[in-house]
């Protein structure tokens, strides 16, 4: 059963910083290509992805202040996330990429003063 647990979101004061970390079981963690996906409304867009090879890729909007890594020894992947802004507020989720059909709770990230 795969599964993904996503942690570390907060509220923020803009400029400031937040590191998410996602646990992942029930598939072959490290040989899989992996995201950082948000939703602030209707949809889910990703953010962020990582390669098996350790490849990044970033949204236009988040490229130069989100860092994306993983752990294979872990099976963790983490999202750093620096300079946020108010429209970095959204509920952040990890899975393949791309997507496995399930999908975590989320954690949610909130940047205001």
């Known amino acids: 059963q795969v599964q993904f647990v996503e942690s570390g979101g907060g509220l923020v004061q803009p400029g400031g910083s937040l590191r998410l970390s996602c646990s992942a079981s029930?598939?072959?963690?490290?040989?899989?290509?992996l995201g950082w996906y948000r939703q602030a409304g209707k949809y889910r867009t990703v953010v962020a992805t990582i390669?098996?090879?350790?490849?990044?890729d970033y949204a236009d909007s988040v490229r130069g202040r989100f860092s994306i890594s993983r752990d294979d020894a872990k099976n963790t992947v983490s999202l750093q996330m620096n300079s946020l802004k108010p429209d970095d507020t959204a509920v952040y989720y990890c899975?393949?990429?791309?997507?496995?059909?399930?999908w975590g709770q989320g954690t949610q990230v909130t940047v205001s003063s």
């Open positions: 029930g598939f072959t963690f490290n040989i899989r290509s």
């Open positions: 899975n393949q990429q791309p997507p496995f059909p399930s």
């Open positions: 390669t098996r090879d350790g490849d990044t």
